[in-house]
């Protein structure tokens, strides 16, 4: 059988409704497609969401950093090629490059996925299905030149900001609060006036803990740095009858 290539190249156009006041496409949307493009990916190789539902195993993303030039506008077609660059026992990294035509550059994104089971909630050694395949689908000599996803580490002292209620729209297939909501969340977290006058660089997540409907989310911000005023750190936790619990943290650098 003929080996399947490393890399995947998909298209996707920059539709109006998914497109901001500039006409550019929202972030959030940008990393709907990254993780559309990753399960495509991963289907074409067997370790897709449809099969690994049939064996009560699912993906899920721990880390994600985005870091763009520019963004697609309105209209544009635009290419995500994706590949795997390194598999441990319970997670897989994976990178991105987004691309216009003519082959214009607009930026890379690198994440961090658990393979998990559906019912434990718990990591499961991925190595283990279908006979660890998927190292054969490494890709070793192809770079993404931006700095990896962290676990965006940041102080106690942050300044609290907002909370939203969560609803159905807010839930994803596996049961929780949809990766991308929260990003949608964490960008709202800034004025309109503010995204007319700055461009988002770097956006990083890092996913600590599931939240799921009904769970109230705060949200807390911080400097990230001394020097840049343009550098910030979001803390996110869920508010529930439990109490309060942290559940993921950003960072975002325009």
Known sequence: MEQLPTTGRYAF????????FSQRLFMGHLGNQLLNAADFHSSEHGYGLRYL??????????RLSIEMTDMPRMYDKFYIETWIDDVFKSFTSRNFKILGT??????????MWAMIDT????PVDLLAVNDGKITEYVEKGKSCPIEKSSRVKMGKIAEYI????????DVDINGHINSIKYIE??????????????LLKRFEVAYVAEAHLGDKLKFYRAPASSTNTNDFFVRITKSNTEGETEVCRARLLF
């Open 13 to 20: 156009l920059a539709e109006p409704f998914h497109c901001d």
């Open 53 to 62: 539902n049939t064996i009560g195993k699912t993906w899920v993303l721990s």
């Open 102 to 111: 003519e082959n214009h550059v607009y930026g890379y994104g690198k994440s």
């Open 119 to 122: 019912k434990s909630r718990q």
């Open 162 to 169: 907002s909370s939203i209620d969560t609803y159905y729209n």
């Open 185 to 198: 969340h964490v960008l709202d977290l800034w004025s309109l006036e503010w995204y007319e006058a700055h």
